[in-house]
């Protein structure tokens, strides 16, 4: 295992994520915000779950690249193409279970269950987050397509 | 024979809604969600679009009919030949947390007197093409199924039940007969038994009046204002909080003519309006929660709003007509989708603005996020208001210098101006604002108003007036009693008035399409407003009573009255009337005016009472 890459390319893939799915909302593509939905877990404050978020997400994504790191170590070799399948998977899995399941477990996030004594404001993602726009699907596979080509770009050259 | 559509009751879940006449027939219901596919959809479908009827079997006189107090069921009673049978029936809204079916309709028969002979007729049929479903019995359960969607329908006692066939049931006194309807849409069927299904009802009925318990007594005319809000409610998309225009498409604003539109959708202007009304009621969480949906769901498109939004803030598909659908009294085309969604529609800036602003003014200030979408949505405005545009009502000839969007331009700006004071904004930004704000004026004065007339006209050079101006007292444009506003709403009634308490929207067939439509209820309801602010309660309080008096039998209103013959026009029941209705009695309120009743009773409270 390459620790000392793992620390590093992790943090950066993850900004690499983050930075994507920020420009997909800025280019009016989705809505799907995951530091927002992150960080209103602690804070209804939208700018400080924004922050709070941003540090929660690049915790999650380092303990994934954990999970990359450890799958290049299995298979002997860690190359952008095979850090690219890995991400399509992560991200194919992100938008049908992990995503769906923060409906489940969010303070803030109705289900599509909800009545009228739901409190909660944030919308649910809905199926492949489809909620958040047609287009964020394809936003979120390209989102981790470029986190796992990252990782297995650096951590070969490494 | 086609039942009018004022003897419709709306029954709903915040999620979706079903509208079922007084002979017991559920004609309308989309699954799993308000601008889902129809599974019953007589109403604008005919016969071979699906209906669920329960009630009596031979033709009986209707004796009583209307919502429990304070709740979202509905009661309908019968005489027949052997006694009176009363259809007790709700869809269940809370259902989070339990398992129980998201979509699921509850209906129990009656019989007090002696056995009755009733029928249940239940006959789903799926979307556009009206498919029958592949159904099966299993064990007491009729199932009907179209790949990813399955009803599932419970009666007890148990019936023999076929879809599309009807089944006749006897009830008597000491053995009511009761049936739910479960819906799953891609996800398991929820099969409940009845009395689990009539248990959730009544808590759903405890729930609301519990809701409504929160509504401030000291309205006036607080019956009418509570139904008004429940209906508000009801519209509202509880998952993302959309707020939804009508649940139908395509009821005619002209019997047999071609304005036909699909109200399935949000528009950001509703949403504005019915935080006006909820905040006037006292119901501030169903405010901050259309205000929490107008951020969100504008994300995509900011600065820009757009005129339409699907219940979670998507663009909808484009127009389109249903094939082989007959319509409402062969008021034909049936619309899916609605084609204002591409307009540029400048006065919807003023009505968020101003919600945003009433936010502020009732003590949630705001986010420094909602902060910076509204002020972009102030500098759009300032990029555009020169532009003509379509106008609030939507008018799908070209676009004009509509004089009510520059009021409201005017409005985005002042408001914006007046949030900037507690928030941080650069001096360079709240200059430019100010300075437009002031142009826009000046445009205004110049070429919107008719110095010989007295009065604002329609749009820029016309010679017409529009009953949109109504709103002019709201807006701080000029004191609401001063000359330029009486004119104008003295105008409006002389040149728009259907017959009082009714109100053209604009000028008759003005509108580039054929037929005439009828009188418009929200602008009735704008002029009650319009009255009271300008100092004449009085006036106020009788043109309110008068239009309490047009309501259905269920307090329910569409968006439009025929003025001949009184019948209602549209889609039903229209969100926007409801939330200017609720409007005009906090108006009322404001000026000391209009009949404050005991809110749990029927007993008249004078105003000075102790």
């Given at each position: ?24 909302q800025?280019?009016?593509l ?44 299995l ?28 409906v489940?477990?969010h ?37 981790h397509?470029?986190?796992?080509m990252?990782?297995g ?6 | 024979?086609?039942p ?7 029954l709903?879940?915040t ?30 479908g005919g ?30 009673t ?79 006692p ?46 759903d ?39 939804v225009?009508?649940?139908t ?12 539109w ?13 935080i ?18 107008l ?25 389109r ?12 085309p ?34 420094a ?58 001096a ?73 308490p ?9 509108d ?15 002029l009650v407003?319009?009255l ?10 009788t ?52 009949h ?15």
């Amino acid at each position: 295992m390459d620790w000392a890459g793992w620390a590093l390319f992790g943090l950066l893939a993850t900004a690499v994520l983050t930075g994507l799915m920020i420009a997909a909302q800025l280019g009016g593509l989705s809505r799907l915000d995951l530091p927002l939905i992150l960080g209103t877990v602690v804070t209804p404050d939208p700018d400080r779950a924004r922050a709070a978020g941003g540090v929660m997400h690049l915790a999650v994504g380092q303990v994934f690249a954990l999970g990359y790191t450890a799958a290049f170590a299995l298979l002997g070799q860690a190359t952008w193409w095979l850090g690219g399948l890995l991400g399509l998977l992560h991200g194919a899995v992100a938008l049908t279970v992990l995503v769906p399941m923060l409906v489940g477990v969010h303070p803030r996030m109705a289900s599509e269950r909800a009545g009228p004594a739901s409190t909660s404001v944030l919308e649910p993602p809905g199926l492949l987050a489809l909620n958040y726009g047609t287009q964020t699907p394809l936003v979120t596979l390209a989102a981790h397509l470029a986190y796992g080509m990252s990782l297995g770009l650096l951590l070969g050259v490494r | 024979m086609r039942p009018p559509i004022e003897d419709y009751g709306l029954l709903g879940d915040t999620r979706t809604a079903a509208l079922v006449d007084s002979d017991g027939s559920v004609d309308w219901l989309c699954i799993p969600h308000f601008d889902g596919l129809p599974v019953f959809g007589r109403l604008v479908g005919g016969a071979a679009a699906g209906s669920f009827r329960l009630g009596p079997r031979h033709p009986a006189e209707v004796v009583a009919r209307g919502y429990r107090t304070d709740t979202a069921t509905l009661e309908t009673t019968w005489r027949t030949d052997t006694g009176r049978l009363t259809l007790t029936e709700g869809m269940v809204a809370e259902v989070a947390g339990q398992l129980l079916p998201a979509t699921m309709l509850v209906r129990r028969l009656t019989a007090p007197d002696g056995p009755v002979e009733a029928v249940i007729a239940f006959d789903p049929r799926f979307g556009e093409r009206r498919r029958a479903p592949r159904t099966e019995h299993r064990s007491q359960l009729l199932v009907c199924v179209w790949g990813t969607v399955a009803v599932a329908l419970r009666t007890t006692p148990t019936a023999a039940v076929q879809p599309g066939r009807p089944t006749t049931v006897t009830v008597t006194p000491d053995r009511p007969f009761t049936c739910v309807m479960s819906v799953a849409h891609r996800e398991p069927l929820v099969c409940l038994d009845t009395d689990t299904a009539w248990d959730a009802l009544q808590g759903d009925e405890a729930r609301w009046q519990a809701w409504c318990r929160d509504i401030d007594d000291a309205l006036p005319y607080r019956q009418a204002v509570v139904r008004s809000l429940l209906t508000l409610r009801l519209l509202t998309y509880s998952p993302s909080g959309a707020p939804v225009a009508a649940p139908t498409t395509s009821l005619p604003e002209v019997l047999g003519g071609v304005r036909n539109w699909d109200y399935r959708f949000a528009w950001p202007r509703d949403a504005s309006i019915g935080i006006d009304a909820f905040l006037g009621a006292g119901k501030h969480d169903e405010a901050r929660a259309f205000m929490a949906w107008l951020v969100s769901a504008t994300r995509l498109d900011r600065p820009r709003i757009p005129v339409l939004l699907t219940l979670h803030g998507k663009h909808p598909r484009p127009e389109r007509e249903l094939a082989g659908w007959p319509g409402y009294a062969d008021s034909t085309p049936v619309r899916s989708g609605n084609a204002a969604a591409g307009q540029h529609q400048l006065d919807g800036y003023g009505w968020v603005l101003d919600a945003a602003w009433r936010m502020g003014e009732a003590g949630y200030p705001l986010y420094a996020e909602t902060w910076r979408t509204m002020a972009g949505f102030a500098d759009r405005v300032a990029d555009r208001w020169r532009e003509p545009d379509a106008g609030i009502w939507e008018v799908r000839s070209d676009t004009v210098h509509h004089v009510h969007s520059k009021l409201m331009a005017w409005l985005a700006l002042d408001r914006a101006l007046s949030i900037a004071t507690h928030h941080r904004t650069s001096a360079r930004r709240t200059s430019r604002w100010r300075a437009e704000r002031a142009a826009l004026r000046e445009d205004i004065e110049r070429r919107g108003f008719d110095e010989a007339r007295g009065t604002y006209t329609r749009s820029y050079g016309s010679s017409e007036t529009d009953a949109a101006l109504l709103v002019l007292p709201q807006l701080g444009f000029h004191p609401a009693d001063s000359p330029r506003v009486r004119g104008t709403i003295a105008a409006v009634v002389s040149e728009l008035g259907a017959g009082s308490p009714l109100l053209y929207r604009y000028p008759s067939g003005r509108d580039g399409l054929p037929g005439v439509e009828g009188a418009f209820l929200p602008c009735s309801f704008w002029l009650v407003q319009a009255l009271a602010r300008g100092g004449r309660a009085g006036e106020a309080d009788t043109l309110f009573r008068d239009l309490l008096a047009l309501a259905g039998p269920l307090g329910l209103y569409a968006e439009e009255m025929d003025p001949a013959t009184r019948e209602y026009l549209g889609n039903y029941p229209q969100a926007l009337t409801h939330a200017a209705l609720v409007q005009a009695a906090v108006a009322l309120r404001a000026e000391g005016a209009g009949h404050v009743t005991d809110p749990r009773g029927a007993v008249p409270v004078a105003e000075d009472a102790p």
